[in-house]
């Protein structure tokens, strides 16, 4: 049972455009989501996060939408760069329980085309 | 500024072999974490550590081992290495727990034929 999907394995989008990535989640304890991008041969480096307690947090070109009544988030780029093309993971937590676990979806490879 | 270091980078066992992926970070981060990613899928939990002396087990433990002495150092034992355990291992350190920022070590590619 996947509790945090990416249903899109793969978007690309032109330099200049804006990238939306999805994430959904089927946890409700779920409380605290981030985003986490990959290079290839490389670990995953933390990108952005947002607590349920906000509908929305904002880096730079980088937001974070979340919608709790949905189970779902999306991370929006604008303007995208040919630097961004990268594999994004979302990832979720729950506080409560005294979890210390990440988890997360398959990935979304996007290339931002010159 | 190191982070977090694993070694070796690439490593091709046969099966029936056992080895150890080694991790170390120099960040004073209490929480360690292996994880496995297999293509196509996401990043697995394999075990996890909140402190020295303390580990415990994530999704996908089955098949390894794991120690934390120090807390710099968070090696993953693979015992009889089998061809279902051929993935990537990435080993992460946070200062908080979960809901912190993990730091990623490169990566430790295995192979097992």
């Known amino acids: 049972d996947q509790q945090v999907k990416q249903n899109s394995p793969s978007l690309s989008v032109q330099e200049g455009r804006i990238s939306i990535l999805n994430c959904d989640y089927t946890?409700?304890?779920?409380?605290?989501f981030l985003w986490y991008k990959k290079y290839p041969a490389e670990g995953p480096t933390f990108l952005i996060s947002i607590s349920s307690i906000k509908d929305k947090n904002e880096d730079g070109r980088f937001t974070v939408f979340l919608n709790k009544s949905a189970k779902h988030l999306s991370l929006h780029i604008v303007p995208s760069q040919p630097g961004d093309s990268a594999v994004y993971f979302c990832?979720?937590?729950?506080?409560?329980?005294?979890?210390?676990?990440?988890?997360f979806g398959k990935g979304t490879k996007l290339t931002v085309n010159p | 500024n190191a982070g977090v270091t694993q070694t070796p980078k690439f490593r091709i066992l046969k099966i029936g072999q056992s080895m150890t992926l080694q991790c170390t970070q120099d960040m004073n981060h209490n929480y360690m974490y292996w994880y496995r990613q297999d293509p196509g899928m996401g990043l697995k939990l394999i075990y996890y550590s909140v402190g020295a002396g303390i580990t415990d087990k994530g999704e996908v433990p089955n098949g390894y081992n794991v120690s934390r002495s120090t807390t710099e150092d968070f090696p993953l034992r693979l015992e009889l290495a089998a061809p279902s355990q051929t993935s990537v291992y990435f080993c992460?350190?946070?200062?908080?727990?979960?809901?912190?920022?993990?730091?990623f070590g490169e990566g430790s590619r295995l192979t097992v034929l």
């Open positions: 990832a979720a937590s729950a506080s409560e329980g005294g979890s210390e676990k990440l988890v």
């Open positions: 992460a350190s946070s200062y908080l727990r979960a809901t912190g920022e993990l730091f």
């Open positions: 946890n409700s304890m779920f409380d605290y």
